[in-house]
């Protein structure tokens, strides 16, 4: 999308245009009424908003402050690539690798003896049973 800038005649040639930093509008100390015929001589362009704030751009483009704060972190090469769409303005994260298993004993009869060698051999294997049968009986 381009923005075309004209210099057409105001429609009140003797009001001189003036330029509204609009970082200070929020900050006025003024009536409503006041506010909203300065608010009018900006839709009338006796008023020129300069540095608009995030918030200003973002309502008038119909955008969330995200995006807008999200696109200011672009270079002008990738803004030009979102307007064109070859770009999303953020690019998809990759997906985490997984977990490495470690790898897993073929058969249970396998698994039984790697799990009997673990506690340390047969006997510990069994005193360890009566054990837990001893605390699960109580």
Do not use: F
């Amino acid at each position: 999308m381009q923005l075309l800038l004209h210099n057409e005649a105001v429609n009140h040639p003797a009001a001189d245009v003036r330029v509204v930093d609009c970082h200070s509008l929020l900050h006025l100390r003024v009536p409503k009424a006041v506010r909203a015929c300065d608010a009018a001589d900006a839709c009338d362009e006796l008023v020129i908003l300069g540095r608009p704030t995030l918030h200003v751009a973002a309502v008038a483009y119909g955008v969330s402050l995200w995006t807008v704060a999200r696109a200011r972190r672009l270079p002008p090469q990738e803004r030009d690539q979102v307007r064109k769409g070859t770009r999303p303005i953020v690019l998809p994260r990759t997906p985490a690798p997984l977990p490495v298993m470690p790898p897993m004993a073929v058969d249970v009869r396998t698994r039984l003896l790697d799990i009997v060698d673990e506690i340390g051999g047969l006997d510990a294997t069994l005193d360890l049973l009566a054990t837990v049968g001893v605390q699960l009986a109580a």
